[in-house]
């Protein structure tokens, strides 16, 4: 069914209505691989047939079908929730007001301390927004074409000025891990450690090992074999000394509630979550006196990749260990080749000499 653009009587209440279409849509095209919760994200879709009455409201409902297992509604969903709050300041009155170059304003504002990864979830966000409402909107057999693409957009500076990302030194790795391993988290202790040292001696990704099962790991002499679905359902193995969580790995209590067998589960049964496991990582961080920029989880994956490079200089072994797509994506690494740098400043004292 197809609907007026401007279908309600503000033009807020029009971006909300589009928004909860966009969303329910999203909710039903994004891969359902990692679905936990059936009736949850039936709930959800539920309510969104109903309508939100306001954007806390669709925010919430955005959560659960997060929570519930369906990943990627929070790439979309959140840029176009700033969006829509900074819309409000502009006094429009139809949603036909809206064009490229507004945009462009709005994205300016909404996304200027942000790095160039999160501007490009923003103008994928705002283009699949707009493609939709572009095929769903109908009066009297016309459509309105917002036809927004934002190929000049400058705040996409593409690889050019890529930020380096957090790392931890050797080190700030050693008094990290001292202080993982003093750290009280009372009847989660064993779970929490366990989790974290996965995490930083493998580099997989926090979501990777929070859909880690106990059936995908197996030993193979002093190691452990972990089988890893990464991005796109692709499927890989790392490798993780046996003596380093072997301990751990015994103590943790599984709850039976979960019927799927993951590790890293609540009292409930229910999966952590990754704002979880975050707030484990800038607790430990906090012990150990350390502090950095970037403080999630995922730094722990950049400082096993920095290291492994640093260690073995093998761009292609990084490529492998941490499951990237593409050669360019591991490249970022060879910028901390300390060794490099140190023959570039032998080079400036030679010839100061």
């Known amino acids: 069914m197809k609907y007026k653009l401007d279908c309600k009587p503000s033009f807020e209440e029009t971006f909300l209505f589009w928004l909860g279409k966009f969303v329910k849509h999203k909710l039903n095209s994004l891969s359902n691989k990692e679905l936990k919760d ?26 659960k079908a997060r929570n519930a297992g369906l990943t990627g509604v929070n790439t979309y969903f959140n840029p176009l929730k700033k969006i829509f709050e900074i819309l409000k300041f502009y006094g429009l009155t139809s949603m036909a007001q809206i064009d490229e170059d507004l945009i462009a304003e709005v994205l300016a504002s909404a996304t200027g301390t942000l790095s160039d990864a999160s501007k490009k979830n923003y103008r ?22 917002f036809d927004i693409e934002l190929k000049n ?26 202080a993982l391993d003093s ?22 990704r926090v979501s990777e090992a929070l859909n880690l099962k106990r059936k995908d790991i197996s030993e193979d002499g002093d190691l452990y074999i972990l089988r890893i679905r990464g ?3 692709k499927y890989r193995v790392v490798m993780i000394k046996k003596h380093l969580i072997e301990n751990l790995l015994q103590n943790i209590a ?6 799927d067998g993951h590790l890293f ?6 999966p952590l979550t990754q704002a979880y496991v975050s707030r484990i990582v800038e607790q430990i961080l906090f012990k150990a006196g350390i502090r950095k920029e970037k403080n999630g989880a995922h730094m722990l994956r950049h400082t096993f990749a920095t290291m492994l490079y640093k260690k073995q200089k093998d ?14 994506t591991s490249r970022i690494y060879t910028h901390f080749d300390s060794d490099k740098l140190k023959l570039a400043a032998k080079v400036a004292e030679d010839l100061n000499e």
């Open 315 to 328: 761009l292609v072994l990084v490529q492998e260990a941490l499951g990237h797509a593409s050669l360019d």
């Open 265 to 270: 589960v609540n009292r409930k049964g229910t």
């Open 38 to 63: 059936q009736a949850a994200l039936a709930s959800v879709n539920f309510a969104l047939t109903k309508g939100a009455s306001n954007i806390e409201e669709l925010d919430a409902l955005a959560k």
């Open 254 to 259: 599984i709850n039976y509630i979960n019927q």
């Open 183 to 204: 750290v009280d988290f009372k009847q989660n202790t064993s779970r929490n450690r366990l989790i974290i040292k996965i995490i930083i001696f493998t580099g997989i």
């Open 153 to 178: 957009w400058g705040g996409v500076a593409g690889k050019r000025g890529a930020k380096l990302p957090e790392f931890m030194s050797e080190d700030e790795i050693h008094r990290f891990l001292d």
């Open 124 to 145: 994928i966000a705002v283009i699949n927004f707009f493609k939709f409402i572009d095929k769903q909107n109908e009066d009297d057999g016309k459509a309105h074409i």
């Open 231 to 233: 991005k796109g359902n």
